[in-house]
């Protein structure tokens, strides 16, 4: 008989495209990966991953137990559904992925609450960005996602996956101290060319809203740094070196050679939990989103914003 955990094993593998992103979904490490699809290929008598440069590749073998895997997976899931909907008391282990700045802005504080609240609810948080984050959650790879979009890239709903708005996140122009705009009541798109951006790297929701937004007013964005993180971006603000739009979920208080100035209109992202159709019913899911929603209208009050601003 197959082992339900092996298969977990391999069909993480298939999901993240490595043994080691596997390992880091599951919480454990990649040489207890490696051990549990070896056994998995011991098993079975067949060869699950191949070599290829640096990493590994699944035969089709591999693919189609993955792909068994995944079925089997989603009956367990509907089995604990069911039993949990049944206790009518938020339990068990719930996986959740989150965007950088809501892992640090917002799920502490809805953890922690949960934490308190259903001691029996194990939830988990990994840091994944949304273009990847919803296709994990269709794929069952994790049981809870907060995302985001922009208004040029809504957020796409894959065929069996449904969601809820958090709220939205409101984002502000940062600049150096010294710069022209800084201390000006707002600023209008149509003033912002000639300026050298901070931005983050190409494929980011956030870089593709910048780079459209600014032809669309007319402007071809000169990004002259680029960085994953928020905070990163920040203190290149602080060194002078350009200016970068940033959303207040996450931000964290401004050093002081740093300007926030509202542009005008005020770009807004939107938050959204995503889950897979029909797991609503199972109360950690529920009581999660809930709970997200709750803590929202605290945490966007308490972002940073002007009045908060030495200048």
């Keep these: 008989m197959l082992d339900l955990q092996r298969l977990r094993a391999l069909h993480a593998v298939s999901v993240h495209g490595s043994v080691g992103a596997a390992a880091a979904a599951l919480g454990f490490t990649p040489s207890a990966v490696s051990q549990q699809i070896a056994k998995l290929e011991r098993e079975t008598r067949t060869v699950l991953l191949e070599r290829e440069g ?8 591999a693919r189609h137990l993955a792909e068994t895997a995944r079925e089997l997976l989603g009956i367990v899931e509907r089995a604990e559904t069911l039993l949990e909907e049944r206790r009518g008391v938020p339990a068990g282990r719930l996986d959740i992925a989150a965007f950088a700045s809501a892992a640090r802005g917002l799920l502490p504080s809805v953890l922690a609450d949960l934490a308190r609240r259903h001691p029996a609810l194990d939830a988990r948080l990994t840091e994944v960005d949304p273009h990847l984050s919803v296709d994990l959650v269709a794929k069952g790879a994790v049981d809870l996602v907060v995302a985001h979009d922009w208004d040029i890239a809504p957020l ?3 065929a069996g996956v449904e969601q809820a708005v958090i709220g939205d996140d409101l984002c502000d122009l940062l600049v150096p101290k010294g710069h022209p705009f800084a201390g000006r009541e707002g600023v209008r798109r149509a003033e912002l060319g000639g300026q050298r951006w901070i931005c ?6 956030c870089h593709d809203w910048l780079v459209r937004t600014l032809r669309t007013a007319g402007h071809e964005p000169d990004i002259v740094h680029t960085a994953d993180e928020n905070p990163t971006l ?4 602080a ?5 970068a739009l940033i959303p207040r979920l996450g931000r964290g208080p401004l050093p002081a050679g740093v300007v926030e100035v509202p542009l005008d209109p005020m770009p807004v992202r939107r938050l ?3 889950w897979r159709a029909g797991a609503a019913r199972r109360p950690a899911i529920a009581e999660t989103v809930r709970t997200l929603r709750a803590h929202w209208p605290r945490v966007s009050a308490h972002a940073p914003h002007l009045s908060h601003i030495n200048l």
């Design 239 to 243: 060194a002078g070196l350009g200016i």
């Design 156 to 158: 796409p709903a894959p």
């Design 200 to 205: 983050q790297p190409p494929g980011r929701v």
């Design 272 to 274: 959204y939990a995503l």
């Design 54 to 61: 640096r990493g590994v590749r699944l035969t089709d073998e």
């Design 234 to 237: 920040v203190a290149l603000v």
